[in-house]
């Protein structure tokens, strides 16, 4: 087991007072490196200098001595024999002459002559303070006394003693000793002098200048002076040319860096994929506009632009040429928009638009136009052209909401509203499509629980021959049961289970529901004929769509050739491989192919030339008014040619009436499908359906 870890001391350490070698040490590491070089060179300078000066004095001192000691002892001789004649005359006036002549010695600073006959006083002469002193037998710094016994003929007069002063040098001794303080002061000074400069030069500047390439790297700044450095060929020289290959290398390294940076920063700010701001900076700038329009007063609006169909577009056509749509999306958006307006994708198919400095919603209403008129133009998308619409809805600020998110909402939910009324389009904001929005979000999340809670089923409609009247087949058409809102056509669920992926689930119940009634009818004696079956586009970029398919067809032992797959224009466009290969696989598996809906959308000649169905489906709107409309009819006719010249049957939906069909028949139109026929029915009621032809027709 561990011993505790006693918890941390948190009370302040006691202030520690460092020793005097650990300030100096914190002196010396505080000091630049020029001030460290002057103070070295000082040290270094000055104190044999110093030694040189004490030396030298000593020296001269030591000479001193020996000179004042001789000069001591010739006055002290001198003095004697000047005293000798005038003492042996006891004349007064010559020996106070005599030691006058000793006092004019500088270094004399008093003088005693003391004779040696009974009664006679000693004299003595100088400086007065020197003799009191000298008298109290004190002892007097730097002066020292000699004393000489005066002689006449063998005889002792008396003697003389003499006071030195010998502080004095002599003029000669002192002029060395300044000669020699100037000339090591000179030498000193010189060699400092030279020395700094050297240093300074050679070392110090140096040093500060690679400093500074050091810290222009830190900063990433541009590069300093260090240029001389480089030159050099000492160590300094390498140095230099180091840091300044290592300033390159990060000089590239910052380069690249800040590329990065700016292309990260971009990616964090604008899309990818169409170069248009993204949501975080459209967002950055709607929330500016607010600030700015609450404190100035004004207005703006929101557009949310939504793709119609682009799933199915994507799908069929692949991501790449989806891509390429959203490209040309994007560019359209921006060469519509007024200069101060942004565009923005949001995710996906969505952009936004921040329609800036807005007076009133007309204006709103006639940039929606502009922008869906724009959208709606043709693209061309590698080889194939291809039109898609827009739907927008539009909140404004600060009349729909007052903060980004809301705007966004309302704008979303409006735009949901342009798209339910028959999208490409626009929709301004209504508070009451909040509820109508929230309503669609509810039916989404019923419709992923419909398969499970098998609420899901297929009606049937028949299909008869234009000719003769006998019921060649039915398509079976999707309904859902919806616990609360009862019996739902395709129209109000089929593109939410598509732009939702469920399309997927329930196209899997749909063929094998369809197959397995298919093979009911027969077992109870029955001849419903060719089972038609509609299979969204998205489907086909899946190859589980054909697999499923035979299962669904071996599992109630069902032919190929009693089964027809509706694919629309759209699966038409198919230019991906996968989609082709796909129907190609159908067409190997024997089953019948008919383009749904032909001619309400853009499908080549070409592609009928390639695939070859066996059955174009004339869209009701052609149909419907063939009587009254010139052009109707020139269509039906048309497909009803182009039909037979390359060898299809032709089915018409939608015929109501008499008229309809009497025109139709006349145009060799093979198979007609509509009310005027029978009405979509569940399976018992197109059994009985069967049953009541069967037994007319006998
Ligand atoms: N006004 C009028 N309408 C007529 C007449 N005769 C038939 N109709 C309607 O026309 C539609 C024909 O189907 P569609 O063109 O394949 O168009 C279908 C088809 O594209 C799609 N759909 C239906 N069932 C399925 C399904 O199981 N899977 C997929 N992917 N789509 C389906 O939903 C569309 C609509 O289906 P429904 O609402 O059942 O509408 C059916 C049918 O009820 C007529 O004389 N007058």
């Given amino acids: 087991m561990s011993a505790p870890v006693p918890p941390p001391d948190d009370s302040p350490a006691a202030p520690q007072t460092p020793a005097p070698w650990g300030r100096l040490q914190q002196w010396w590491a505080g000091l630049s490196l020029r001030a460290s070089l002057l103070w070295v060179l000082g040290v270094t300078l000055v104190t044999p200098a110093l030694l040189l000066l004490v030396v030298g004095q000593r020296i001269a001192q030591t000479q001193q001595q020996t000179l004042l000691a001789e000069a001591m002892q010739s006055v002290m001789v001198v003095g004697a024999a000047s005293l000798g004649d005038p003492m042996w005359a006891i004349d007064m006036h010559a020996i106070e002459a005599a030691m006058r002549r000793l006092l004019d010695n500088p270094a004399v600073v008093g003088v005693r002559v003391r004779e040696e006959r009974p009664d006679a006083q000693a004299i003595e002469m100088g400086s007065p303070t020197m003799l009191a002193r000298l008298q109290r037998g004190e002892a007097v710094d730097g002066v020292v006394v000699r004393r000489e016994d005066i002689f006449r003929e063998g005889l002792l007069l008396g003697s003389l003693q003499v006071w030195f002063d010998t502080r004095l040098q002599s003029p000669a001794v002192r002029q060395g000793q300044w000669q020699l303080v100037a000339l090591v002061l000179l030498q000193m000074c010189a060699s400092l002098l030279v020395l700094s ?66 292309q990260l920063q971009h990616m964090a700010l604008y899309d ?78 969505e952009f936004m638009v921040l329609a800036r400095q807005v007076v009133d919603w007309q204006e709103l209403a006639t940039l929606s136009e502009r922008l869906l008129h724009a959208l709606a133009r043709p693209v061309l998308l590698g080889n194939t052209p291809a039109r898609v619409s827009g739907s927008i809805g539009i909140a404004m600020f600060p009349d729909d909401a007052s903060d980004f998110e809301t705007l966004v909402k309302h704008a979303d939910v409006a735009m949901y509203q342009a798209k339910s009324l028959g999208r490409a389009r626009y929709s301004f904001f209504l508070p009451e499509f909040n509820t109508r929005r929230q309503a669609s979000v509810a039916l989404e999340q019923q419709l992923s629980e419909a398969i499970e809670r098998r609420e899901f089923v297929l009606h049937y409609q028949p299909q008869v021959h234009a000719q003769h009247g006998h019921m060649v087949g039915c398509e079976a058409l999707l309904r859902w049961h919806h616990p609360a809102r009862g019996l739902l056509a395709p129209g109000e669920f089929i593109t939410m289970a598509e732009e939702s992926g469920l399309i997927a689930e329930m196209g899997l119940w749909v063929r094998d529901e369809a197959c397995a009634q298919l093979a009911r009818w027969k077992a109870e004696g029955l001849r419903p004929g060719v089972m038609a079956i509609n299979v969204s586009a998205l489907e086909f970029r899946d190859h589980r769509l054909v697999d499923s398919l035979r299962d669904a067809m071996m599992r109630h032992d069902i032919a190929p050739q009693e089964v027809e797959v509706e694919l629309t224009e759209s699966a038409l466009m198919a230019d991906s491989d996968t989609s082709l290969r796909i129907i190609d696989r159908l067409v190997e598996l024997g089953v019948r192919l008919a383009i749904d809906d032909f001619g309400t959308g853009y499908s080549s000649l070409a592609y009928l030339k390639r695939l070859r169905p066996h059955q174009l489906k004339i869209d009701r709107s052609f149909v419907r008014d063939i009587a009254t409309d010139a052009d109707d009819r020139a269509i039906v006719k048309g497909v009803i040619g182009l039909a037979s010249t390359l060898g299809m049957d032709v089915t ?24 005027g026929i029978a009405r979509p029915m569940p399976a018992e009621d197109m059994a009985r359906w069967m049953r009541e032809r069967v037994v007319a027709s006998a």
Avoid: W
């Avoid at 590069?223 to 300044?244: H, K, N, V, W, Y």
């Fill in 197 to 262: 400069v050297f240093l300074t030069r050679r070392v110090a500047r140096p040093v500060e200048r690679l400093k500074a390439l050091a810290s222009a790297m830190v900063a990433h700044g541009a590069e300093p002076s260090a240029r001389t450095e480089r030159r050099r060929l000492d160590e300094l020289g390498q140095l230099g040319r180091l840091m300044f290959e290592v300033q390159q290398q990060l000089q590239d390294s910052f380069g690249a860096l800040e590329e990065k940076n700016r």
């Fill in 272 to 349: 990818a994929l169409t170069g248009l701001p993204n949501r975080n900076l459209f967002r950055e700038l709607v929330e500016h506009d607010i600030g700015q329009a609450q404190r100035a007063g004004g207005r703006f609006g929101l557009l949310f632009v939504d793709l119609d169909r682009f799933k199915t577009i994507n799908d069929a056509l692949g991501h790449a040429m989806g891509d390429q749509l959203l490209i040309e999306v994007a560019h359209r958006l921006r060469s519509t928009l007024r200069e101060a307006d942004v565009a923005c994708r949001q995710s996906g198919d």
């Fill in 652 to 675: 018409a939906e939608g015929v109501e009436d008499e008229d309809q069909r009497s025109f139709l028949c006349q145009e060799g139109c093979t198979y007609l499908q509509g009310y």
